[in-house]
């Protein structure tokens, strides 16, 4: 008897092992921070071990479910706190490179830029988006994670789909090009040079910088290619020295700073008409658990 327990704890084990990246994928969707979204598949693991598991038809739809509901109920309390988040809030960036297979799951598909159109829908609305356009339930699960009816939740999704597509198509870009003008904008914003920013910067960009209230960023959006252009120049006599590193972030082209050998800023360009029109910069420490570590030298 004892033996089969083990048996069943063993195997239950290993199947939220073998989910636990899908898991943070979702709740990552949802939060829109790594470190939130991994204490919630943690929570759901534990729900799980105090629960009678062999009365659980589909362990796997019980997990995505709980999961859910546990990261539903965090961003319904984070929304609260980040209204008196010092600073603009941006999410907090995946790398994904070289390795997708080492990232959250399915970080290519929660763009950067889908992520901050994200942040404008409702609780509601990004959860049912996420769990059926992105990560593929159906609809009556859906429902059965949220707690509501599979008609609210088809109108839920299509209202957040609407909003997605509207906000998303300025931005689809050729990846190539994505990151030719990436790899230019760290040549120029690494060396100050106004001119080249000018040339990359759409007149109406907006930079949008995120310090958390605990490093030096700009507490409200710098709009207009000159704003921009004189704002970075500055950055990079203040602090020379920098390394840029060209990676991927949530499977777009994106630009880590290191200074001092710690990550410093990661910069994610938003891309419209061969020019610049948003540069999204994580600044806050706190924000870097997604980023790889860098190799010892």
């Known amino acids: ?8 704890k063993a195997e239950l084990a290993e199947t ?13 969707g949802l939060l829109g921070t790594v470190t939130e979204a991994e204490d919630a598949v943690q929570e759901a693991w534990i729900r799980l071990q105090n629960s009678d598991a062999e009365r659980i038809e589909d362990v796997t739809a019980w997990l995505v479910t709980t999961t859910s509901r546990l990261a539903l109920d965090m961003l319904r309390s984070v929304r609260r706190k980040r209204e008196s988040y010092v600073g603009p809030w941006l999410p907090e ?21 889908m992520l901050v ?32 009816s599979t008609e609210s939740c088809r109108k839920l999704a299509a209202r957040a789909r609407a909003h997605v597509r509207e906000r998303r198509t300025r931005f689809d870009v050729d990846p190539g090009e994505h ?30 910088t995120d310090g958390g209230g605990v490093v030096r960023a700009a507490l409200n959006p710098i709009e207009g290619a000159a704003n921009i252009a004189r704002f970075l ?20 082209p994106a ?9 410093n ?10 020019r610049i029109a948003t540069v999204d910069a994580v600044r806050n420490p706190s924000k870097f658990h997604g980023l790889r570590p860098r190799p010892e030298k």
């Open 1 to 8: 008897m004892n033996e089969q327990k083990h048996d069943a």
């Open 16 to 28: 939220y092992q073998s989910l636990r990246p899908r898991l943070v994928g979702v709740a990552y």
């Open 93 to 113: 960036p995946v790398e994904t490179a070289p390795d997708p297979a080492d990232s959250l799951s399915l970080a290519d598909s929660l763009s950067w830029a």
């Open 117 to 148: 159109v994200l942040e404008t829908l409702s609780p509601a609305e990004r959860a049912a988006f996420v769990l059926h356009d992105v990560f593929s339930l159906s609809f009556p699960e859906v429902g059965k994670a949220l707690g509501r």
């Open 179 to 208: 990151r030719r003008i990436t790899e230019a904008f760290a040549r120029a914003a690494g060396e100050g040079d106004l001119d080249a920013l000018m040339d990359l910067l759409a007149p109406d960009a907006v930079l949008t």
């Open 233 to 252: 120049a500055g950055v990079a006599a203040k602090y020379p020295g920098g390394e840029n590193r060209l990676t991927l972030i949530n499977g777009e």
């Open 255 to 263: 630009l880590a700073v290191v200074q001092g050998g710690e990550n």
């Open 265 to 274: 800023t990661v910069f994610h360009l938003g891309i419209a008409d061969g």
